[in-house]
């Protein structure tokens, strides 16, 4: 059974920059893509962005290009997000998320992890 656990919110000012982790369990991965998705109170959840773990291809949403990465570690089986130049409207609870393919859906979803941006 695939277990997807993120890690690394918290609280942090405008302009800080912080990085999350998932750490993926119970499949073997070189085939699925990976996503960060976020929710922010009384909004829609919003695609953030996605690596095909295979080739390491990234994919990001219009709102954070530029300013985020998306990576992944083989070995550790963890994907990260490294947020940089933070703003209050990133403010949000990021979940980890993974499909099989880019045409399957995504199947598989953490508990999220909560990312407070003051201003």
């Known amino acids: 059974q695939v277990q997807l656990v993120e890690s690394g919110g918290g609280l942090v000012q405008a302009g800080d920059s912080l990085r999350l982790s998932c750490a993926a369990s119970?499949?073997?991965?070189?085939?699925?893509?990976m996503g960060w998705f976020r929710r922010a109170p009384g909004k829609e959840r919003e695609f953030v962005a996605a690596?095909?773990?295979?080739?390491?291809?990234?994919y990001y949403g219009d709102s954070v290009k530029g300013r985020f990465t998306i990576s992944r570690d083989n070995a550790k089986n963890t994907v990260y997000l490294r947020m940089n130049s933070l703003k209050p409207e990133d403010t949000a609870i990021y979940y980890c998320?993974?499909?099989?393919?880019?045409?399957?859906?995504?199947?598989?979803w953490g508990q999220g992890t909560q990312v407070t941006v003051s201003s």
């Open positions: 998320a993974a499909r099989y393919n880019l045409l399957s859906t995504w199947d598989y």
């Open positions: 119970g499949r073997t991965f070189s085939s699925y893509v």
């Open positions: 690596i095909s773990w295979g080739t390491g291809n990234p």
